[in-house]
T-cell receptor, first 118, second 114 residues
Framework: DSGVTQTPKHLITATGQRVTLRCSPR?????VYWYQQSLDQGLQFLIQ???????AKGNILERFSAQQFPDLHSELNLSSLELGDSALYFC?????????????????FGPGTRLTVL | DAKTTQPNSMESNEEEPVHLPCNHS???????IHWYRQLPSQGPEYVIH???SNVNNRMASLAIAEDRKSSTLILHRATLRDAAVYYC???????????????FGKGTLLTVNP
């Protein structure tokens, strides 16, 4: 158990719909990262928040957005869903910002949310 | 993106050592080499990391070449529970910004035979 929790575990929805995935980081971790894992694309970095502020963006579509709340939990919002959005979505947390040079910043991953878009 | 090259798959027998190679010829002088693994139906988990010197922990050892352009993850005695995808990762400068990300490639699928 990494200490990172994600809800829900499974989500089945239809094209065009909007869903929200939730992540609670490990106690004390200030950074939260979102990743998407599909069969053909592997594990893709989407976005990172550090202490409530967006710090890095990866391959995140404009239909997707995220935020980190004052209690440090994070939500990933996916809208206008398409069949191709079906994937595993992982949240990870770490103590620091990855940009801190010279220090290591291990990421702890949650169990993931499996999204199926029909 | 900072590039690492790993074999797509490797096979090992239980109780034998496993050497998982990784090439990272574009590594910068200050970047750590990270290894994560992903067991079936789970999120990735940290294995080990290093900068210049060889590193050991309870899970594995990391051997880093003197020029830092390659590294090898060593599992001293593979068990069935070590069957997973192993990712060798460099911290990667995020395009358009000053921050960094970890870029996971396809990794190496390790099969452990009983």
């Amino acid at each position: 158990d990494s200490g990172v929790t994600q809800t829900p575990k499974h989500l089945i929805t239809a094209t065009g719909q909007r869903v929200t995935l939730r992540c609670s980081p490990r106690s004390g971790d200030l950074s939260v990262y979102w990743y998407q894992q599909s069969l053909d694309q592997g594990l893709q970095f989407l976005i990172q928040y550090y202490n409530g502020e967006e710090r890095a963006k990866g391959n995140i579509l404009e239909r997707f957005s995220a935020q980190q709340f004052p209690d440090l939990h994070s939500e990933l919002n996916l809208s206008s869903l398409e069949l191709g959005d079906s994937a595993l979505y992982f949240c990870a947390s770490s103590p620091y910002d990855l940009a801190i040079r010279g220090s290591y910043n291990e990421q702890f991953f949650g169990p993931g949310t499996r999204l199926t878009v029909l | 993106d900072a590039k690492t090259t790993q074999p797509n798959s490797m096979e090992s027998n239980e109780e034998e050592p496993v050497h998982l190679p990784c090439n990272h010829s574009t590594i910068s002088g200050t970047d750590y080499i990270h290894w994560y693994r992903q067991l079936p139906s789970q999120g990735p988990e940290y294995v080990i990391h290093g900068l210049t010197s060889n590193v050991n922990n309870r899970m594995a050892s990391l051997a880093i070449a003197e020029d830092r352009k390659s590294s090898t993850l060593i599992l001293h005695r593979a068990t069935l529970r070590d069957a997973a995808v192993y990712y060798c990762i460099l911290r990667d400068k995020n395009s358009g910004g000053s921050n960094y990300k970890l870029t996971f490639g396809k990794g190496t699928l390790l099969t452990v035979n009983p």
